[in-house]
């Protein structure tokens, strides 16, 4: 048998026993990168070891042990009432905003996993606090980061349009952005229509009941926790030192990361490492708060998905569906590689390895370029909400008072519907009109 089908029924053995026992995914994926990369592949644990996403790793953990800090000190209760203050207080303005401010900075150059680092836990905080579905809001913000994400001077525009003038093919860089603006923007739509947007309509910040504790307390004015009642003593008591020096450095994570391209991982655990110096007492449980389990999720996976592209399945995979030679049906098998395969790896290699395999039929003048382009462009990179990408991982790790392993299963079932549906959206919107 060869190492492609192997590694091939070990991803399904590996998804598999993950649904069915309450094992860590991650924990089997490195067991099976170990046995496929060795044993099939020929590989060393060197070689396989190579393949650790320590980029996103230290991402994953320097984002969430900053804003855990952020969290502990009241920092993020302060950011959440001065958005609610920009809507006036309207809740159902707020998921929109979060898409809204995502998208402006990746549109601006920003890397969608940056901006979702930086703007994930600050909405998942108004969704604790609000009771915002965690999961519309952590969606609305990745498709947010996608809409804005194919701008002309985006990371991921730059990639498509140079891919496209390097191969001599039809380019419309304005259509490749606009078409991945209006796909998430109506994607968004109808995630605010379904996850509990409605519900929102109408209701205001400061609608909840008081609340009158049972011990006999002095009734709170507060959002019916104990954690919120501490928030509105505190927001009375004004912005404490910590608070401003905290803030500074989220304003700091911002510039180094999305103005001098600094590595965020790096900056941002430099910058809770320096916070916790300053509050050694406080915040000495904040380690803890980090989403260990999902770093070894995405750790495992990730590593497993290394040795598939070194035992050339990928490929294997790609080459089979473009030697079938009907243009039409060629793109939409294109569009759901890049799709699938996104949903485990880097959508900025995925679009260049999709568009690639498609070059030599688009060159034939059978199908319109420009609409297959926007296709692949758009199907690659809506599946980020896949827990297994950086930007759902980033949703999953911040989450606020929800049960992970639920929350983890309902961003799982939510990528698996997008992975099954959003290519073939993608190929109905862009190509099939292009064909007829």
Not at 122 to 141: D, N, R, T
Not at 154 to 177: E, H, M, R
Not at 193 to 199: A, D, E, M, S, Y
Not at 327 to 344: E, K, M, N
């Amino acid at each position: 048998m060869s190492p492609e089908i192997i590694s091939i029924l070990a991803l399904v053995a590996i998804f598999a026993i993950a649904t069915f026992l309450p094992i860590n995914m991650g924990a089997l994926a490195f067991v099976a990168a170990f046995l496929v990369g060795t044993l099939a592949v020929g590989m060393t644990t060197d070689d396989i070891i190579a393949g650790f996403p320590g980029e996103l790793v230290l991402t994953l953990i320097g984002v969430t042990y900053l804003f855990a800090i952020a969290q502990n000190n009241g920092t993020v209760d302060l950011l959440v009432r001065g958005a609610v203050k920009l809507v006036a207080g309207r809740v159902a303005l707020i998921p929109w905003i979060m898409f809204a401010v995502t998208g402006v900075l990746t549109a601006i150059g920003a890397l969608g996993p940056a901006a979702v680092a930086i703007i994930a836990p600050i909405a998942l905080g108004f969704a604790a606090k609000y009771s915002i579905s965690p999961l519309l809001m952590g969606m609305m913000v990745i498709h947010g980061a996608q809409a804005g994400g194919f701008s002309p001077i985006s990371v991921y525009g730059v990639t498509v349009n140079n891919i496209v003038a390097a191969n001599d093919l039809p380019g419309s860089p304005l259509a490749v952005f606009l078409g991945s603006l209006f796909f998430n923007l109506a994607i968004g739509i109808v995630l605010f229509l379904v996850f509990g947007g409605r519900k929102l309509a109408g209701r205001r910040v400061g609608d909840e009941p008081e609340v009158t504790p049972a011990d006999g307390d002095a009734e709170v004015s507060g959002h019916g926790t104990s954690a919120g009642s501490s928030v509105d003593v505190q927001a009375r008591a004004g912005v404490t030192a910590e608070q401003v020096l905290t803030l500074v450095g989220l304003a700091a994570l911002v510039v180094l990361a999305l103005v001098f391209d600094l590595d965020i991982g790096f900056v941002s655990i430099t910058i809770a490492t320096v916070l916790a110096v300053f509050s050694a007492a406080r915040h000495k449980g904040a380690v803890m708060q980090i989403s260990w389990s999902t770093v070894l999720l995405i750790a495992g996976v990730l590593t497993f998905v290394f040795v598939l592209q070194e035992a050339g399945t990928i490929d294997y995979v790609g080459e089979s569906v473009t030697g079938i030679g009907a243009p039409l049906l060629v793109a939409l098998l294109l569009a759901y590689i890049g799709g699938i395969v996104s949903a485990f790896a880097s959508s900025t290699a995925i679009i260049g390895v999709a568009i690639s395999l498609a070059v030599p039929f688009l060159l034939a003048g059978e199908i319109g370029a420009v609409g297959v382009v926007v296709a692949l462009s758009v199907a690659s990179t809506i599946v980020d909400v896949s827990p297994f990408s950086t930007n759902g991982a980033l949703v999953l790790a911040n989450a606020q008072d929800v049960d992970r392993d639920r929350f983890y299963k309902q961003i799982l079932g939510y990528s698996g519907v997008v992975v099954l549906v959003g290519p073939l959206l993608a190929w109905l919107v862009f190509v099939v009109p292009g064909w007829l």
